[in-house]
């Protein structure tokens, strides 16, 4: 009862304020141009999108959504999320999506909405919400759009099309903490891929897409899930480009992948702030190079035993225990804001060498389905790992999504060429044309 | 449909490379791109702007520092033991000073823009011969002058970062002003001659009114730049007879013009011709083969 009330007071007090949730609390100190912490969900409808229609979509059903409809402002020890009474505006869409929001101004939602053509997009800032909070804003915009435009996208089922109970807006993370759980390993640093970064704010999408049937077919056939078949080839597209620049085994670093989990599958929340975890799949390559067969066995493994309510506790103990901590809690904000940096890079993106999010297969009401061709996932990047790899599935289609912040695309080639080799096919879009600086696979050493 | 005849990839229509791995796509679609085939706009986000990376390194600059620190102190103590106070020792430390910013500033606060750097040396400088003119006895003397001068030039550079190229005329009627302002303040600081209303500020319009009919002419005729050379030349011979008017007006108080039907007589036959030429297409191509580079 005790662990409850606590709770209560660190869920939302009203709807003026927001607290910012476990997962968003390291963001805001981290955000630079070229950390820009968002992420990007997008449809592509059959017909060409009428602005108006989506503005006014928009301007209803962010009502709906109001723990969206907020500001970043800065409190003496924590950030907050201020109610916005300004109402969102759409953008015209990008050649380099997902740019900073700038929320220390104070006055920005931090969520965008993007048209272009007959694509509806938006950007979420990880501070607000994580991809399955995202993609049920888009729902509901998109079936919100689909209506005024006269179309039938028939019966909503899950996707909101009103305002929705407050436990859509609970921090999860502190609902399920539980009292003092041994710590995770801390963990070695990864492996991470060297180049010269673009241009803060530029950033290099390549979009893959893949028939569903013959990668699940492919991915059967090793008896293994769809996300743990994607995970092993891109930690063994890694190992090669390790291998080519650290001939000498001792002298390599393990190379491991940050997978989120969906936390709403594994408990009972119905939030649509943020409410995941990362799992991390992991080689070790200075045992020596490892078959692509025994990257499928490690990831599977991995995924099957840490994606449990017991295993993720430890993960959540930890995150939560220290926001909790009273001596943390103390620490005024200007001071927070320089250590959060260092954290983020020491337990988070030193630790991997990459991120793989599959959103999984996304369904949509019958009517809505008929007019809604495609669906994008695509993470943001960050200076140490470079690219990140949002996957996401709808009808007969993966789309896969690599978006990079340098001109360097061996990531990509080698993941892409091995799905090829596998007998998938793969059909290949880019946001940018790069002409000059011919592929090369001779990286500067990694140690 | 394009593949890669390297990656095995099938690629997005119109594109003249693979995107993995920068083999030249032989078979490309002949067609057009379609608009609704691009998968993304080409519009670019205004955020992504170069930043310093000329900058020197932090390493740069604690050495830097410290070799300018030495010459500082010594002379600072120097002039002390000496004199018991500061006297010639200021020059040496302000200019240090100055030397100092102008080295560590994009250093030490990378990340910032080209334009916030120029910013700060431009205001370090004015600031450095504003002090050393104070310094020197009776302010101001001379430091106003340059201290103008380098505001006006901050105006020239900060309009088109503060409004982009996409503005230009915004620009150019910011650049004019300053310039304006300038010349007033000029007039004003050297005794009150009265030339800026006569003579500066009908120059500067007339100038500003040739400079802005030549881009109106490039920006309505892109692609015919024989047409905006021709305006141009046009817009120049106007400009010409206008500030022998005024000059003359000005000097001997008399609405005559003097030297400018001279280069006059050169613009505006030119200006005619390139006109001809623009409307005539089969002369047009005559001159384009006889002439080709």
């Known amino acids: ?447 | 449909m394009a593949y890669c005849v390297r990656c095995g990839v099938e690629l997005q229509k119109g594109l003249k490379y693979c995107p993995l791995c920068n083999t030249e796509v032989i078979l490309s679609d002949e067609e057009c791109i379609d608009e609704g085939m691009r998968p993304f706009s080409d519009r670019i986000p205004r955020n992504v702007r170069p930043r310093v990376n000329l900058a020197p390194s932090r390493a740069f600059v604690f050495l830097a520092t410290f070799i300018i620190l030495v010459p500082l102190l010594v002379t600072l103590i120097i002039d002390f033991t000496a004199n018991r106070t500061i006297t010639w020792s200021f020059y040496p430390i302000t200019s240090l000073a100055l030397l100092w910013i102008l080295i560590a500033y994009p250093s030490l606060l990378k990340g910032h823009t080209p334009f916030q750097v120029i910013t700060m040396d431009i205001l370090s400088i004015a600031v450095f011969l504003l002090s050393l003119d104070l310094y020197s006895g009776s302010f101001p003397q001379w430091s106003q002058y340059p201290a103008l001068a380098l505001l006006l030039l901050w105006v020239y550079i900060a309009a088109p970062f503060l409004f982009t190229w996409k503005r230009i005329y915004l620009v150019v009627i910011v650049w004019f002003s300053g310039t304006a302002a300038f010349l007033y303040a000029l007039d004003k600081l050297t005794g009150g001659k009265d030339w800026f209303y006569p003579l500066g500020l009908p120059v500067l319009l007339l100038t500003g009114f040739a400079v802005m009919i030549i881009l109106l002419s490039a920006k309505t005729s892109k692609d015919k730049p024989l047409l905006t050379t021709g305006t141009a030349a046009f817009a120049i011979s106007v400009l010409i007879i206008g500030i022998d008017i005024v000059c003359n007006l000005y000097v001997k108080g008399s609405f005559t013009v003097t030297w400018s039907p001279i280069p006059a007589a050169v613009f505006i036959p030119g200006a005619i011709f390139m006109f001809i030429v623009e409307y005539r297409p089969e002369l047009k191509a005559y001159l384009i083969k006889k002439f080709h580079l």
């Not at chain 1, 909070?133 to 919100?144: Q, S």
């Not at chain 1, 491991?256 to 990362?278: D, E, G, H, W």
């Open chain 1, 1 to 447: 009862m005790a662990e409850s009330s606590k709770n209560k007071n660190i869920s939302t007090d009203n709807k003026d304020w927001y607290r910012l949730d476990n997962a968003a609390l390291i963001y805001p100190s981290i955000q630079s141009d070229r950390i820009t912490t968002m992420f990007r969900l997008s449809m592509t409808l059959k017909e060409k999108v009428d602005p108006k229609i989506l503005q006014a979509s928009l301007e209803e059903v962010i009502k709906w959504f109001p723990f969206y409809r907020v500001r970043l402002k800065k409190g003496f020890f924590w950030y907050y999320l201020e109610h916005n009474p300004a109402l969102p505006r759409i953008e015209r869409d990008v050649r380099y999506p997902m740019g900073r929001l700038h929320p220390n101004l104070g006055t920005r939602f931090l969520f965008r909405v993007r048209y272009w053509q007959s694509r509806i997009a938006v950007e979420f800032c990880h501070v607000l919400t994580d991809g399955t909070g995202g993609m049920t804003f888009l729902k509901a915009l998109v079936y919100d759009y689909l209506k005024r435009k006269g179309k039938d996208p028939g019966d909503p089922g899950d996707i909101p099309v009103g305002e929705l109970p407050e436990e859509a807006a609970e921090d999860a993370y502190n609902r399920f903490y539980k009292n003092p759980l041994p710590l995770p390993d801390k963990g070695n640093k990864a492996f991470h891929i060297k180049g010269k970064l673009l241009h803060p704010g530029a950033i290099m999408i390549t979009t893959g897409i893949i028939p569903m049937d013959a990668i699940i077919k492919e991915a059967k056939s090793r008896n293994v899930s769809l996300t743990a078949f994607l995970v092993a080839v891109y930690i063994d597209a890694l190992q090669e480009i390790q291998d080519s620049l650290v001939s000498q085994n001792p002298k390599k670093r393990p190379i491991a992948l940050q997978v989120p989990v969906n936390m709403r599958s594994i408990y009972p929340s119905k939030t649509l702030r943020n409410f995941s975890l990362f799992v991390m799949p992991e080689i070790d390559p200075r045992l020596g190079k490892y078959s692509f067969e025994e990257i499928l066995q490690i990831v599977k493994e991995t995924l099957i035993t840490e994606t449990n309510e017991k295993a993720i506790s430890k993960s959540l103990a930890r995150n939560v225990g220290g926001q909790r901590n009273w001596i943390v809690r103390a620490i005024p904000l200007v001071f927070k804001k320089l250590l959060m940096p260092f954290l983020y890079t020491r337990m988070g993106e030193n630790l991997c060498s990459g991120t793989l999010s599959n959103l999984g297969l996304i369904r949509l009401p019958e009517g809505m389905s008929k007019e809604v061709e495609r669906i994008d996932f695509i993470l943001g990047t960050n200076p140490i790992n470079k690219t990140g790899c949002g996957v996401c599935g709808y009808r007969d289609k993966l789309v896969i999504n690599f978006a990079g912040n340098t001109r360097d695309k061996s990531v990509e080639r080698l993941f892409f060429t091995r799905l090829i080799k596998m007998g998938i096919p793969v059909k290949i879009e880019v946001n940018e044309e790069i002409k000059k600086e011919p592929l090369s696979l001779k990286y500067r050493r990694d140690n």
